[in-house]
């Protein structure tokens, strides 16, 4: 099973998590996460992984059974993987083109601070590891 942003917290909140709206307010553009752990199917991942993201609810504490893969200062549980590795999540969006991410930047001006919302734009000038973790759910469902 795979969850992304809302399908993370779903899972996260079904198995015993705590998801919530996170008090440090929206997450927007592309953000930076530290991997923090690299099991078989992400052995080549980099350091850290900058991916878009567009969220106000997080996974604030992950459930017992979870492993936290990506980790930021911003959003501590950003990836999980499930210890019985029959489920792994992401809050971060991989399948978000930069255009689509520039909008729903933008579309939040008015509820997210502008500052918020300015630094999202500027953020889509990073590099991005979309692909990459794309590639890490592909190699997830290919272990079997």
Same mark, same amino acid.
């Given at each position: ?20 709206? =996170? !008090?440090? /307010? ?5 953000? +930076? ?11 080549s991942?980099?350091?850290?992984? =900058? ?6 609810? &997080? ?7 979870? !492993?936290?893969?990506?980790? =930021? !200062? ?5 990836? @999980? ?7 792994? +999540?992401? &809050?971060?969006?991989? !399948? ?5 991410? @520039? ?24 590099p +991005? ?5 794309? /590639? ?6 290919k272990?079997?």
């Amino acid at each position: 099973m795979l969850g992304i942003c809302f399908g993370h917290q779903v899972m996260a909140d079904a198995l015993g998590g705590d998801v919530r709206k =996170s !008090e440090k /307010g929206w997450g927007l553009g592309r953000h +930076s996460y530290d991997v923090v752990r690299r099991p078989g199917f992400m052995g080549s991942a980099p350091v850290a992984l =900058s991916i878009a993201c567009s969220h106000q609810d &997080q996974v604030i504490a992950p459930p017992a059974e979870a !492993e936290v893969l990506l980790a =930021s !200062e911003f959003t501590p549980n950003a990836g @999980l993987v499930y210890r019985n590795g029959a489920a792994l +999540s992401f &809050q971060a969006h991989p !399948e978000f083109a930069d255009d689509y991410t @520039l909008a729903l930047a933008e579309m939040r001006r008015g509820k997210a601070p502008d500052a918020v919302v300015d630094k999202a734009l500027a953020s889509i000038a990073k590099p +991005s590891h979309s692909g990459d973790v794309a /590639g890490y759910i592909g190699q997830f469902f290919k272990r079997g």
